[in-house]
């Protein structure tokens, strides 16, 4: 279903399902992931992971090691160099300190989480690399854990880095040392005065567990370092410039020796911008003067890389009868793992953004403890947030009498309405969204009679992502037979090269099929940040768009030569050139593209975008529930989600982009969870750490809104991070109405629903309430 | 170290031997060995399904099976399923949508070429219950789903699945598909219900 706005243009190819380029590739395992790579003399890397949370390393003897047959070559921190400088890695979606990168590559001195590299060895076989790392011996001293980011706020916590101090919201530095990086506040009109006007103040205290993107192929890499000191690495990333940038801060070594080939991604979700095996695989390869593969067990991504943050956040909203909102406060604490860099202010700003609040404080805390160091996960920091703010405004509703949606259409922002920080929206679509779900057949539809023990609830909640751009860069090279090679930095993590091609194929009268999307390596594309952020379509996009823009221009002088005219007599449309004042006189672009030997030579046509306008996402879901009350388990009955997509490139795309984050986000709500005891993560597998399977959902309906933009082409909006936001929200809102009873801590596993609604008198322990049942 | 073993095998119908360590996974030969890479790792562990093969017509997840299991028996991945042309749940694969990153595919298809084969016409329940050993992240299985009972559907009106004898034995539990089913399925060997 597609609720279109009128915008006055029809498209031929835009809008359209065409079948993706690399499609038959995937669905016949040619395609080339990064643990495909096979090099001549290659070894096979493993890494040594601490089993240690929190322990200072007493030594490390790699001499049994070493001895084992096969093994080619050892590596530990000292082989990396010591990065001491305040330098920060940008990421593209996220940043990260390089003395702290540096130490999530190899530790040195003291290692911070369980899963920490220690040391790597590399072997002829994987056996032997697998069974030499196991003769690596290290010596550790256990140190105090900090394994709960409230328990490390405290002032008497063990300090996880004797050099952090917080940064303060006026930019200062603290005084003493503490596992606090950083607290963020943002401010508005007269808090007091606003909860003092309200008629109903509702504040609640919300939990949200480690959770992981989960991404179904492993961190994997191979690197090739040559005698000459070039190095090549072939890896799955999200962002091959990134991966270069990182490895040549890293390893110091100047960037423009460095080539990174990006693989075919198993998924990333975000998780796969930060470099882990990259490094060490480079590391390895110099020094065993071989190429080197590695890749993680599901253990080792569990442990060893970067999940979603775990919060605590205290919400406090305030309301009119009319249902105005009129004041709010957070407190938010958002778990950075080892080292500072947890996604807290992309949480603040998304949790309140959304509605017109005039009087409001946000407290947000960055803060470090002995777990993994977080990195982004889909939309970084907003669900966490949403489920706190989308819970106590269902509870407002609820206690005002009013219509869920209703309340959230009185207060939505919309345009010239100011982010937190005080920038306002440019044209935003939430109310169109909101208007959709209150007018869907789904919301209106008569709920389920209770059966049995079984009882059902509708929930919805809403949210939104920035719908960033950065920098993309595009060249169009032209084939003798019309078709067109384009060539993007841009990796392809679900279809982007087909909405990418099917632009250019729009702009230049062609077909999709003849429009060949590469996704090249850094040696042979100018930069190109990650795809992450929803920026791929939208900027890389508009990089399309202004390549097609340049080859026309040069395609037109070509054509003047052929039409024997005056290029500013030519103009371009459908395919075709012709002149402007004798219309009879027109050639096809490909028969132009057909004769460029004869006009002059080749062309090679640019697009580069380096900043666009902010191109926000709204999306609200629709769910319906079914509780056992006997067993607490909860079924997903029905879901819609329904989300502003300024404009569907390819509408199958963005549809499964809905999907997909509807389903992680009901995995956040229901299942998922890392079970830690003494920062010892218990549940490092999928079979106790578990995703959605095709068992537990329906199928997943969607609705897409279409508002254009304000910047970029068609109206087009970056689409795949909003939709994980509503989710654990609207699930825990459903829930709520199904049974009466408000679940605020995640996962809302059958255990924790089943105590909540008076199954046992004791509350969960926590080590139990955790596990998935 | 240990010594090496001598496999004779059928792979995508033609005959193949190999070397590898009694330890080895089947999914580590066909991968690093054999240069079938088509086969996914996700976890190694037999808990997501990427690593999907056919042994003598049944679905095993091959992470969970020794390469030496392999002996005289007959395995089919990936790159063994188009025989003439796409098969036709690839076909609804591209059409549909049903893949996003696509690591996860080739598990799926061969997982659900082992449904349609003992189940012609399955419903969307019995597709979302044999498929339940396959994770994807990526796409909340929706476009799979539709995907694969599209591809039976289109299999019917050509008559090219038409195994119904195959079927027939599979309802009866031959196969040992059902998770009560008596006959303890062997190391690795994928356990569905029918
Ligand atoms: S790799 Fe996951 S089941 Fe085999
Ligand atoms: S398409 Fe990515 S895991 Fe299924």
């Given at each position: ?92 979606e996220g ?111 919300f939990?949200t567990?480690?959770v992981?993107q ?55 979700f975000g ?37 979603g943050s775990?919060t605590?956040i205290?919400c ?14 957070l407190?938010m604490?958002y ?7 947890a996604p807290v202010g992309a949480g603040a700003v998304t949790a309140l953004s959304p509605y ?6 946000i407290?947000g ?9 977080v990195?982004s996960y889909r939309a970084p920091g907003a669900p966490q947030a949403a489920f706190a703010v989308e819970t ?27 982010l937190v ?9 939430f ?30 909640a809403a949210g939104f992502w920035f719908g960033g ?63 992450g952020g929803s ?79 902010m191109?926000p996402a709204f999306g609200a879901h ?21 989300q ?17 984050g509807a389903?992680q986000g009901?995995?956040w709500a ?48 970056g689409v795949g991070e909003t939709p994980i936001v509503p989710p654990i929200a609207a ?43 | ?194």
């Amino acid at each position: 279903m597609k609720v279109t706005e009128k915008n006055g243009h029809e498209y031929r190819v835009i809008g359209t399902r065409p079948i993706r380029h690399d499609g038959v590739d995937k669905v016949t395992g040619r395609a080339q992931f990064g643990a495909d790579v096979r090099l001549p003399g290659m070894l096979y890397g493993q890494v040594v992971r601490s089993p240690y949370p929190h322990a200072r390393i007493k030594s490390i003897d790699t001499r049994r090691a070493q001895e084992h047959p096969g093994v080619r070559a050892i590596i530990t921190a000292a082989d990396m160099p010591a990065l001491d400088t305040d330098a920060v890695a940008e990421l593209g979606e996220g940043a990260i300190e390089l003395k702290y990168a540096s130490q999530l590559i190899m530790a040195r001195d003291k290692v911070v989480y369980q899963g920490q590299p220690v040391a790597a060895v590399a072997a002829t076989t994987r056996q032997a690399a697998r069974d030499a790392a196991r003769l690596i011996e290290v010596e550790y001293e256990p140190l105090p854990v900090v394994e709960d980011a409230l328990a490390a706020m405290d002032p008497g916590a063990p300090l996880i880095h004797a050099d952090l101090y917080t940064v303060t919201p006026g930019g200062g530095k603290a005084e003493q040392p503490s596992n606090v990086a950083k607290h963020i506040q943002y401010e508005r009109g007269d808090l007091e005065a606003g909860f003092a006007e309200a008629d109903v103040v509702i504040e609640r205290e919300f939990r949200t567990a480690m959770v992981h993107q989960g991404y179904i192929e492993p961190q994997n890499a191979t690197a090739s370092w040559e005698a000459d000191g070039r190095l090549t690495v072939w890896t799955s990333t999200q962002g091959a410039f990134s991966a270069r940038e990182q490895l040549a801060q890293l390893l110091q070594i100047p960037a423009g020796r460095i080539r990174v080939i990006p693989m075919e991604v198993g998924g990333g979700f975000g998780g796969k911008i930060q470099v882990y095996l990259e490094p060490i695989a480079a590391l390895l390869s110099r020094k065993a003067g071989r190429p080197v593969k590695m890749w993680m067990s599901r253990a080792e991504v569990f442990t060893g890389t970067g999940p979603g943050s775990p919060t605590y956040i205290r919400c406090k909203l305030g309301a009119k009868r009319s249902g105005a909102l009129v004041a709010a406060q957070l407190y938010m604490v958002y778990d950075a793992g080892a080292f500072p860099g947890a996604p807290v202010g992309a949480g603040a700003v998304t949790a309140l953004s959304p509605y017109r609040v005039p009087n409001f404080r946000i407290d947000g805390y960055d803060v470090v403890t002995n777990k993994p160091r977080v990195q982004s996960y889909r939309a970084p920091g907003a669900p966490q947030a949403a489920f706190a703010v989308e819970t106590v405004l269902d509870e407002i509703a609820e206690s005002l009498g009013m219509d869920p949606v209703e309340l959230r259409l009185k207060n939505a922002s919309a345009e010239g309405d100011r982010l937190v920080y005080g920038t306002p929206f440019n044209r935003i679509g939430f109310r169109e969204v909101l208007e959709a779900v209150r007018d869907h057949p789904h919301y209106n539809a008569p709920l389920p009679e209770r059966r049995g023990p079984y009882a059902f609830g509708r929930g919805v909640a809403a949210g939104f992502w920035f719908g960033g751009s950065l920098t993309s860069t595009v060249q169009l090279t032209f084939n003798p037979d019309g078709t067109v090679n384009l060539i993007t930095g841009s990796v392809d993590l679900s279809g982007s090269r087909a909405s990418l091609a099917m632009i250019v194929a729009e702009e230049l009268g062609l077909e999709p099929h003849e429009v060949k999307p590469i996704v090249a390596d850094t040696d042979t594309v100018g930069y190109t940040d990650v795809t992450g952020g929803s920026r791929t379509t939208y900027a890389t996009g508009t990089a399309c768009w202004r390549a097609c823009q340049d080859a026309i221009a040069q395609l037109k002088v070509r054509a003047a030569q052929l039409l024997e005219a005056d290029p500013d007599a030519v103009t371009f449309g459908g395919g075709e050139f012709w002149l402007w004042e004798e219309p009879q006189y027109r050639i096809s672009l490909k028969e132009v593209v057909a004769n460029l030997q004869k006009t002059g030579g080749p062309i090679v046509a640019k697009g580069i975008v380096n900043k666009l306008k902010m191109a926000p996402a709204f999306g609200a879901h629709i769910v319906d529930v079914g509780v056992d009350l006997e067993t607490g388990k909860v079924d997903i009955v029905r879901y819609t989600a329904v989300q502003d997509v300024g404009k569907a490139i390819h509408p199958t795309a963005v549809e499964g982009q809905l999907q997909g984050g509807a389903a992680q986000g009901i995995g956040w709500a229901l299942f998922e969870g890392y079970v830690f005891d003494g920062g010892v993560m218990r549940n490092p597998n999928f079979l106790d750490y578990r995703l959605p399977t095709a068992l537990d959902l329906p199928m997943i309906d969607t609705v897409l809104v279409e508002v254009p933009a304000s910047d970029g082409p068609y109206g087009v909006r970056g689409v795949g991070e909003t939709p994980i936001v509503p989710p654990i929200a609207a699930v825990a809102n459903a829930i709520a109405r199904a049974t009466g009873v408000r679940i605020r801590e995640l996962p809302m596993s059958p255990e924790r629903v089943w105590r909540a609604l008076g199954g046992a008198d004791q509350p969960a322990s926590d080590d139990q309430a955790g596990e998935t049942g | 170290m240990s010594t090496k073993v001598i496999v004779e095998t059928t792979i995508n119908g033609v005959p193949e031997t190999f070397v590898c360590e009694p330890r080895q996974t089947l999914l580590e030969v066909l991968r690093e060995e054999l240069g079938l890479t088509g086969t996914k790792e996700g976890c190694g562990n037999g808990n997501c399904g990427a690593c999907c093969v056919l042994l003598d017509g049944r679905p095993v997840n091959s992470c969970l099976v020794l390469a030496v299991e392999a002996q005289g028996r007959e395995i089919v991945t990936i790159e063994g399923l188009a025989a003439d042309g796409l098969h036709p749940l690839q076909q609804a694969f591209l059409e549909h949508g049903a893949l996003q990153c696509g690591a996860c595919t080739p598990g799926f298809l061969v997982s659900a070429k082992a449904l349609l084969d003992a189940h012609p016409r399955p419903t969307e329940q019995q597709a979302r219950r044999w498929l339940a050993g396959n994770l994807c992240r990526c796409t909340g299985y929706d476009k799979i789903i539709r995907a694969v009972l599209d591809a039976a559907e289109r299999m019917q009106a050509d008559g090219s699945a038409g195994e119904a004898a195959l079927a027939d034995k599979a309802e009866a539990g031959a196969t040992g598909n059902a998770p009560q089913s008596s006959s303890r399925p062997t190391a690795g060997e994928e356990v569905r219900p029918a």
